[in-house]
């Protein structure tokens, strides 16, 4: 049995006979008192705020952090930053109305990509530095599983409900991998995803428990690996819907590439030889990365987790005029350069506040009270990073982690360019048939390089949006 249960103690009878069952209810394992990190649970020994006081002292925290966090994992610099930021968490906030509406602070995190890049491994690592962690597998997991299920009492006979894993997992994590195996039963994170609650009405039990837990889910997409040539909804239809999408704060796209084969084959020979590994930085192709490679000295897992641990308690942020104007310019940016036919997520007001939500929790990792425009800096360096930016100028809010190849992500909007330009053409002589030697001269006005035009052909024809003819020739549909 979980060490949450809801139990209903007494029942009544209606005019009829029928006996219902009602009153009150005990919840066990629940998170008590409001959904700021409470600190007064808290005992820290003289160690412990000696180390805070040693780490407090250095200059640039945030490298140290991503450098100590699952170094067992070659690179993937972004990719760790983001689940630091999701672990840190921002600050939930209320209304001022009578009802008090409340709004997240828990960061959601999607890992999409090729399988065997170490999705699971980093999961079970931001599991581990949370004290109410819970990691489960899609494979196994139910609807119920995810919520809460009811179950008779043996010796009473009472209805009682048992928590699932996101409601134990309230003021957490929930880590959910094989994400994309759950089939329909995945629509049960979309009210604990943004409400943050598990609405119940089973069994004559009516109740709302408390599910304020930052969800990191890993998943692949429809075809097992990323297809470049198609958009992210596109390798996405059928692993879940644009509905749950939305709610994620940040969605890495990991691919497994060729670039650093050399420094990961000796990671890993280094882990196995129990030498502890090799350099975990196999390549520096950004400005964080070189950041994250001068760390020389990284903290032992257990100091990370109390770091972390006391960030949460102690630390709630708020904005500076500054960071609030460079957010401001950023989403605006962001927004004008998406559009229905891009192909991708739309950017929403969702978007905003989850670069507020990201600002507060990298101010908590500097343990700052303020949110300065330094660190919107570095929430925005990190979306850039990851953030594919098509070559026509469509802005996607998809993260591919360091190391994807930006040609191959982009090969969609150039798929979409190259067709815009053949209806451009068919437009002004009225004539939709098109020779190979036309398609080729217009991809290249399009950018698209002439050891890409098969594969954007191809693509082209497998969308429908241009036919070949028996006679050899293309027709635009």
């Known amino acids: 049995r979980c ?44 160690k412990q705020l000696s180390f805070m006081k040693t780490i407090y002292s250095q200059p640039d925290r945030f490298p140290l952090l991503i450098a100590s966090f699952c170094r067992s994992i070659c690179g993937r610099t972004a990719v760790k930053a983001g689940l630091l930021l999701g672990m840190a968490g921002g600050v939930p906030e209320y209304t001022s109305d009578r009802k008090a509406v409340r709004r997240r602070g828990d960061i959601h995190v999607l890992l999409l990509g090729d399988p065997g890049l170490g999705k699971s491994q980093l999961l079970r690592a931001a599991a581990a530095m949370s004290p109410r962690g819970v990691y489960v597998s899609g494979n196994s997991a139910s609807l119920t599983g995810l919520t809460c299920s009811v179950v008779r009492e043996p010796t009473t006979g009472d209805f009682a409900l048992e928590g699932g894993a996101l409601v134990l997992a309230d003021q957490g994590i929930c880590c959910v991998d094989e994400f994309d195996k759950m089939g329909g039963d995945q629509q049960a994170l979309l009210e604990a995803m943004e409400q943050q609650t598990v609405s119940i009405a089973k069994a004559g039990i009516v109740c709302n428990l408390q599910a304020r837990a930052s969800v990191i889910v890993a998943a692949n997409p429809r075809e097992g ?48 030889a129990g030498g502890g590994g090799g350099d975990w930085m196999a390549t520096v192709k950004t400005p964080l990365e070189a950041r994250c490679r001068d760390v020389q000295s990284p903290l032992p897992a257990q100091l990370l987790r109390t770091y972390l641990q006391y960030a ?16 401001k310019s950023f989403f605006l940016e962001l927004r004008s350069g998406n559009h229905e036919l891009s192909g991708r997520p739309p950017v929403t007001t969702r978007q905003l506040e989850a670069l507020i939500r990201l600002s507060q929790a990298r101010a908590r990792l500097e343990l700052d009270e303020e949110i300065t425009e330094e660190h919107v800096e570095d929430v925005i360096e990190l979306v850039k990073e990851g953030v594919l930016y098509d070559p026509v100028g469509e802005a996607s809010l998809v993260a591919i982690a360091p190391g994807a190849a ?25 004539d939709r048939e098109f020779q190979l030697g036309d398609l080729k001269a217009l991809a290249s006005n399009a950018g698209i390089a002439s050891s890409d035009f098969e594969a954007a052909l191809g693509c082209a024809n497998e969308s429908g949006a241009l036919l070949k003819e028996q006679s050899g020739g293309y027709r635009l549909a």
Do not use: C
């Open 3 to 46: 060490p949450l249960a809801v139990s209903v103690v007494h029942g009544r009878k209606d005019r009829g006979g029928k006996r219902h069952r009602e009153g009150t209810a005990r919840v066990y394992g629940e998170s008590e008192g409001d959904d700021r990190d409470d600190a007064d649970g808290l005992t820290w020994t003289g």
């Open 225 to 272: 690996s990323f297809v470049g040539t198609k958009t992210i909804e596109e390798n996405l239809k059928g692993v879940m819907s644009n509905a749950l999408l939305s709610r994620f704060d940040l969605v890495f796209l990991l691919q497994d590439q060729a670039d650093h084969d050399v420094g990961l084959s000796d990671h890993v020979l280094g882990m196995r």
């Open 312 to 327: 949460r308690a102690y630390v709630h942020p708020v904005l500076t005029p500054q960071a609030k104007q460079r957010l």
């Open 406 to 430: 930006p040609s191959k992500g982009g090969a969609a909007g150039k798929v979409r360019k190259f067709i815009a330009a053949l209806e451009k053409r068919a437009t002004r002589t009225g």
